[in-house]
């Protein structure tokens, strides 16, 4: 391809050869005015020369198919500008709708210099099997057509069975490409005036979040004003669907997530913009809903829980007494009306989940009581050990903190259990071994740091507190693996499973700031 800079500069200086001062250049643009000849118009000839006849204007089309409708497309050569490349122009309720990767393959005549960065940018050994790599580019780029938003997909489909290379969909960086081969966007407002600009297009979608248009706002009160309830007791509102259209925009539905939502301690039925928010309001809606049907259930349980008494002279070196019921029914009160499947969304299931919880109930108070008191003897008995490992007081109180019983899953405490029985034989070999001991701690220790390491923020969601407290069960259970074998471990522990676990707490995404896309009020 010709160096268009340098094309520019030859057209221009031939159309204004005899130009040498403003004065000249003044007169010769009123003579050619008055002609009425587009002189200072260039075709493609002036700007490709003898590539002019194998240009494709296909291949840069004025408008690209988003949906059902057709949306205008402007180019710009500016390099180093904030408008070089691509310019999508995109009214204002379908930029809130539309995926961005739609676009990213729109304009044809792009495609074949996106692949040929995506596969440089590919780790030597895959970018090694696909050598030579430009002609590579243009065969892909001819044959792989976007499918809806399924292009990458296609791409490694073709690479696969054209050259018999496996390439990873997370091998491919296409948030790297440079930016004249990512389409820059264009957020219009009424009368088609710009509201933001910019190539992320969720950054947008942010900037503009309290801007409002006719359409969508009329569509979310009617949507809101049919479903949305107020104060509910009971499950009154019906079956509820995961999703509802709320409107169409040019072929791209406008979704609602309809979800039980906890304000102010009263549960509301409402609608959300985004499938996670809903989804966690849901949980918290449903939870909130049980308890208020199971009232007179939970303060029976309440009272039972005096019985905790009896374990009043061990718990006393934890926390006061009245903490230990507190912590106690709150524990009781989580297991039950925290479901292990996804929450109900139906009248039926929700009924038949209460019920399921009301059976449950009874005899549960007993049950902790037991499970309580086998922990707390074993804790005294390691309070008492005569030979304690080092730092062995350490681990019991990370273990056996005040107000345990607060934050230590119901199920988990028969477990809880296990790892103070392997302290204690831990403490007999270390006695008669401490080298050996030593050496045991080494295959544990590094993981025991790199939990410690990991810094859970205050507004980190369920899913991540989750991921970090299954990390620090497996890590005890390795701990009884290495320490204490004849135990037993709940399930398989390895090296390889606690790496699988550190990695998914680390590629946990931030924590999304609150969402603020519910329907206007």
Request: charged share 25%; glycine share 6%.
């Amino acid at each position: 391809m010709p160096d268009l800079d340098q094309a520019l500069h030859r057209a221009y200086a031939e159309r204004l050869s005899n130009v040498g001062s403003v004065a000249d250049l003044n007169h010769l643009l009123h003579e050619r005015q008055t002609e009425g000849t587009p002189w200072l118009c260039l075709d493609a000839a002036d700007l490709l020369g003898e590539h002019a006849g194998a240009f494709d204007g296909h291949a840069f089309p004025d408008a690209v198919a988003v949906g059902t409708q057709q949306i205008p497309v402007a180019y710009d050569y500016a390099p180093g500008d904030e408008r070089d490349g691509v310019t999508v122009r995109l009214p204002f309720t379908l930029a809130q709708v539309i995926e961005p990767h739609l676009l990213d393959w729109a304009v044809p005549g792009l495609r074949e210099p996106q692949i040929l960065h995506l596969l440089q940018a590919l780790p030597k050994d895959l970018r090694r099997a696909l050598m030579p790599l430009a002609p590579r580019a243009k065969e892909m780029a001819q044959a792989v057509k976007p499918s809806g938003s399924a292009f990458l997909p296609a791409l490694i489909r073709f690479i696969r069975e054209r050259y018999g290379v496996e390439v990873p969909g997370t091998a491919w960086s296409v948030e790297l490409l440079p930016a004249h081969l990512r389409p820059r966007f264009e957020i219009l407002g009424r009368e088609n005036q710009p509201l933001a600009r910019g190539r992320d297009l969720r950054a947008l979608r942010v900037e503009l979040e309290s801007h409002d248009t006719t359409i969508e706002s009329e569509a979310w009160r009617s949507a809101v004003a049919r479903w949305e309830r107020y104060g509910l007791k009971d499950w009154t509102c019906g079956d509820l669907p995961d999703r509802i259209q709320v409107a169409d925009v040019a072929g791209f539905p406008i979704e609602a997530f309809p979800a039980l939502h906890v304000e102010a301690g009263e549960v509301s039925l409402r609608l959300f913009r985004s499938a996670g928010s809903a989804i966690e309001a849901h949980a918290g809606g449903v939870r909130r809903l049980l308890e208020m049907g199971l009232q007179r259930e939970l303060a029976w349980l309440e009272k039972d829980l005096r019985s905790l008494a009896q374990w009043r002279v061990l718990y006393i070196t934890i926390g006061p007494v009245d903490e230990l019921e507190s912590t106690a029914f709150a524990n009781l009160r989580r297991h039950l009306l925290t479901p292990s499947a996804a929450p109900p969304r139906t009248a039926a299931a929700f009924a038949a989940l209460r019920e399921s919880i009301r059976a449950a109930i009874r005899g549960l108070a007993p049950q902790l009581s037991e499970r309580l008191g086998e922990i707390l003897r074993l804790r005294q008995a390691i309070l008492l050990c005569r030979k304690p490992y080092p730092r062995m007081r350490e681990d019991l109180d990370r273990l056996v903190p005040a107000g345990f019983l607060g934050h230590v899953p119901f199920d988990r405490l028969p477990h809880l259990a296990r790892y103070l029985k392997a302290m204690l034989i831990r403490a007999e070999r270390a006695a008669v071994n401490p080298a050996k001991d030593r050496e045991k701690l080494d295959r544990v220790q590094p993981w025991i740091d790199a939990l410690a390491a990991i810094r859970i923020r205050p507004d980190a969601t369920d899913a991540v507190r989750a991921d970090r407290d299954a990390l620090r069960w497996l890590i005890e259970e390795f701990k009884v693996s290495v320490f204490a074998q004849e135990l037993g471990t709940a399930g398989t522990v390895s090296p390889r499973t606690l790496e699988q676990g550190l990695a998914a707490l680390r590629n946990r995404p931030a924590p999304a700031s609150p969402d603020r896309s519910q329907a206007p009020r």
